[in-house]
């Protein structure tokens, strides 16, 4: 079996910073892109930023210039660097991840279950 498991969620001011880290664990044979989606209370689930598995990344034009997504190959784990974070940032933050598990042996989407931030004005 295949698991996310997100961390660092929690409650911050406008204009602080937080970092969402993601570990995949399991039997994992590769894992290629791995993203960060969001999504506020009554808002569909919206995708905030990728990283391949080599390459560039990519940002919501929200987020461009205050966020930076990146990765740890070695442990399978990409982070979210939050800054100038703003209300409406508030969001469950989920973690995804195109991997190909050893028991299939062919390119899935895997989630985390999600961890929330909450920006206060």
């Known amino acids: 079996q295949v698991h996310l498991v997100e961390s660092g969620g929690g409650l911050v001011q406008a204009g602080g910073s937080l970092t969402l880290s993601c570990a995949a664990s399991?039997?994992?044979?590769?894992?290629?892109?791995m993203a960060w989606y969001r999504q506020a209370p009554g808002k569909q689930r919206e995708l905030v930023a990728t990283?391949?598995?080599?390459?560039?990344?990519n940002y919501a034009d929200s987020v461009k210039g205050r966020f930076t997504i990146s990765r740890n190959n070695t442990k399978n784990t990409v982070y979210l660097q939050m800054n100038s974070l703003k209300p409406e940032d508030t969001a469950v933050y989920y973690c995804?991840?195109?991997?190909?598990?050893?028991?299939?042996?062919?390119?899935?989407?895997?989630w985390g279950q999600g961890t929330q931030v909450t920006v206060s004005s």
């Open positions: 995804n991840a195109r991997l190909v598990a050893i028991a299939t042996m062919k390119p899935d989407d895997y």
């Open positions: 399991g039997s994992i044979f590769s894992v290629n892109a």
């Open positions: 990283i391949p598995s080599g390459g560039s990344t």
